[in-house]
């Protein structure tokens, strides 16, 4: 004769069976074997199969309590359980992983075959690719604009939606997008978890950290076809190739100056406002607009001239002059003026040159009206209403609102006269009283042609 004992054995067992089938899609006949103390799982035996049993705990935890003993909870799994050594970040499966680690190494093994662009992922290779062959299969319904993926198309579709979904818990921007979104966040929070292998330096995102090594790789694959500029980026050739086309697609709100690229319109708008030139120098005084003029001024101070042309060994400040004198040895005159036969090795002189042609002066001084050709002779100008001049002579005081006139000004003390006359061989101090001179030989070569 049964116990009550057994009798609620029995009855706790048939309804522990009960609860663990309603995870089936069949009815198992099951047996359950004696449980120990803290045993970590039940062992079934399954009539069905027992291997059915075995791939469902792994997926699984259950916990389990039996009146013979106590079960305690199954080993938990974590849903990303491949971690990248670098940056910590977690992942669950071991592809991405795997992905993710060539933003640490800069491997790229997915290369295009049409243009040197190489990519982490062969999706990525694929949607590249769409550029050369021009293929959007992506349409928007609203619209009609077609993408070469279809997370463009989502992001695209806020424009109608008005969705942005992702919002900054530090200000009030929001964002369409999560990848800029994080970005975002990282100026916030300072964090750069992207660091370069060669030097010190950290970055917020991968694609940062690849333009960077490239600068230790010395890799400048794209290539200008009308000056043989090189770049580290295609984005940047783009921007260079405006240029030579005159593109200029970044205006100013409130002068109508137009830029090409939008950080030279957001340093232009400094201009504009109060406290223009942000970024002083501690040794003289001169301001700038940028932090990166404010550094290649302190050149002037310190001496430090680190690119060196290795033609002649003559060393510059910034690489862009280095890149702009070696034209000297290439013969290089990449600007050719539309209006006269006259070509430029400079972007900014070419500019000016224009303005010759045209009449433009839109930089005009708030004091008094008067309008110039070029940011620097505004300044010059300002300072005759402010007064300033920082720059002073060592030798006999005299001051100067310029660091260029200065240095005129020392040339008659130490009389070094660098500019001189082809026709009569005589010197000056400045090239600007070169130029006045030379009018004295096309004057009398006039008269002797008149006789």
């Known amino acids: 004769m049964t116990s009550s004992t057994d009798t609620d054995k029995m009855s706790q067992a048939h309804t522990h069976?009960?609860?663990?089938?309603r995870t089936h899609t069949q009815t198992h006949t099951q047996t359950?074997?004696?449980?120990?103390k803290n045993t970590h799982l039940h062992t079934f035996k399954h009539t069905h199969t027992r291997t059915h049993i075995q791939t469902h705990t792994r997926t699984h935890t259950y916990t389990h309590t039996h009146t013979a003993g106590i079960l305690t909870q199954h080993q938990e799994q974590s849903d990303h359980p491949f971690q990248c050594l670098v940056c910590g970040k977690s992942f669950r499966w071991s592809s991405r992983l795997t992905h993710h680690q060539r933003s640490h190494n800069n491997e790229r093994p997915y290369r295009c075959n049409i243009c040197p662009k190489a990519f982490k992922?062969?999706?990525?290779?694929?949607y590249h690719q769409r550029s050369h062959s021009g293929e959007k299969p992506y349409p928007c319904g609203e619209c009609g604009k077609a993408f070469k993926r279809s997370s463009l198309l989502q992001v695209h579709q806020s424009v109608h939606t008005g969705l942005r979904t992702f919002l900054c818990p530090y200000c009030p921007l929001t964002f369409k997008w999560s990848s800029h979104y994080q970005y975002h966040l990282r100026q916030h929070t300072g964090e750069c978890p992207y660091p370069c292998d060669s030097c010190p330096k950290a970055f917020?995102?991968?694609s940062s950290l690849r333009r960077h090594k490239n600068v230790h790789l010395g890799l400048k694959p794209y290539t200008c076809s009308v000056c043989n500029k090189a770049f580290t980026q295609s984005t940047n050739l783009r921007q260079h190739m405006r240029i030579h086309t005159g593109e200029r697609p970044y205006a100013c709100g409130d002068c109508g100056r137009r830029f090409t690229h939008s950080s030279n319109l957001a340093l232009h708008k400094n201009s504009h406002a109060a406290g223009e030139r942000p970024y002083r120098c501690s040794e003289c005084g001169k301001a700038f607009k940028g932090s990166s003029g404010l550094k290649y001024h302190m050149r002037d101070h310190t001496g430090e001239r680190p690119y060196r042309c290795t033609e002649c060994g003559k060393t510059f400040k910034r690489s862009s002059l280095l890149s702009i004198h070696q034209?000297?040895?290439t013969g290089v005159r990449a600007f050719q003026c539309p209006h006269c036969p006259l070509t430029f090795?400079?972007?900014?002189h070419y500019q000016y040159h224009l303005r010759q042609h045209t009449g433009e002066r839109p930089y005009v001084c708030k004091e008094c009206g008067k309008s110039f050709k070029n940011t620097s002779c505004l300044r010059r100008h300002s300072q005759m209403h402010s007064g300033l001049r920082p720059h002073t002579c060592s030798i006999c005081s005299k001051s100067f609102s310029q660091t260029s006139n200065l240095?005129?000004?020392?040339?008659?003390h130490s009389g070094e006269r660098p500019f001189q006359c082809t026709h009569c061989n005589k010197t000056f101090t400045h090239s600007s009283n070169l130029q006045l001179h030379l009018r004295t030989h096309?004057?009398?070569g006039g008269r002797r042609g008149g006789r």
């Open 442 to 444: 096309s004057s009398q």
């Open 17 to 21: 069976t009960h609860t663990h089938t």
């Open 327 to 329: 034209r000297v040895h």
């Open 121 to 126: 992922g062969s999706s990525a290779l694929l």
């Open 32 to 36: 359950y074997t004696q449980t120990q």
């Open 345 to 348: 090795k400079w972007s900014s």
């Open 204 to 206: 917020k995102n991968s």
């Open 407 to 412: 240095k005129q000004h020392e040339r008659t």
